[in-house]
């Protein structure tokens, strides 16, 4: 815990904790080492983590990286946060985001981008996001592990990008309770390491039925890290044609025949497949995180968290909602407020929403469909590109960040598990990840092919 707060110290520049807890990290690290002493201890009793600021964290400001929640220290834990204290884990402070999760740069923060540790010549990188505070303080070695939260890509995407393991669970896996919430229906936390152990040995720890999360499955945990054979003999990967997209880089075309190369020297069977709905998949992602998000971000009103704009004499409470919200959401998160507003609209709802939950029923097909015929996971690349520019794609439309998220949105459509594994660099040295996606349930399997593949 020491060696990392001075690490996280020393590494401001790169702008990946927006809140440092290092008190409470010594006070629990102290309690870590008498439990150790006393034996029996779990795994995780001691290790330093990083937290992304969309948890809840008991009198730790949570903010969500929005200016609406400036000065919010919420009363409650979220589950995930307190499983992983009571394993033992040490908090070492809040993770950089993309303010409220939306976005793939951490560009859209309101403390400033997150800063990616690898570098090419003098040009500074995205880590990726909306976890880049996350997979920047792993990558950096200012924390042993990170929670994420992916809604459309949100761990496995920066994860991709700064050369680290990160696992979206089945939707449902880790309870939602005490996370503020994107879009309910997508949003799911996990775990972020340096590789596949690490994160089978946190997702332990995160897991479980929680009472007050009803989405939340009532299934047994498994001990993930006990699975983690790598033997995937006889076991069946899908490669599906529709992820072969027109202009995709050929660095990242090799990488994906070199992965499928790798699994099958392991004694996997490959087979091509077809999930038809792919190229839907966007659009649909755009129609319902927005919807759900404009309904979810409809509590920020200036009265019960945060932010309350400065009123002139003469204001009414109309006033107050409508200065507050503009003066506390920034640019995206106001975009997506009005793509929400306008797809839920009565004269548009069937035309964009319904239509857009159809969908996503058809994208979720093609995946039973795949599984039902044999197939164990499903193996694609993870982003459609090593790491860009800061400032390079925010300044071009959304709809260019939009694209990053081609490879990852439909497993949240479909609620499937689904991690990036670091799997090699590109011409000019940077990382690239390779994607799983698992049956639902099924992230101990899912995590023992990731294992045979790193
Ligand atoms: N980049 C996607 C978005 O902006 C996904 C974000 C996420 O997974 N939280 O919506």
Redesign the pocket.
Known sequence: TEACLAAIDGAEALGAFVHRTPELALERARAADERLKAGGAPDLCGIPLGIKDLFCTEGVPSQAASRILEGFRPEYESTVTAQLRDAGAVMLGKLNM?EF????SNETSVYGPVVNPWKVDDRQLTPG??SGGSAAAVAADLCLGATG???????R?PAAFTGIAGLKPTYGRCSRWGIVA?ASSL?QAGPMAKDVRDCAILLKAMAGHDPKDSTSADLPVPDFEAALTGDIRGKTIGIPREYRMDGMPEEIEALWAEGRQMLEDAGARIVDISLPHTKYALPT?YVI?PAEASSNLARYDGVRYGHRAKLAQGDGIVDMYEKTRAEGFGAEVKRRVMVGTYVLSAGFYDAYYNRARKVRALIKKDFDDAFAEGVDAILTPATPSAAFGLGEMAEADPVQ??L??VF??TV?LAGLPGISVPAGVDRAGLPLGLQLIGRPWEEADLLSTAYALE
């Open positions: 993309d999760a939306m976005g793939s996001g909306s939260t992916d809604t459309g890509g949100s761990i995407q994107f949003d992602y995180a960040m939009y990053n998220d990852t949105v949240n």
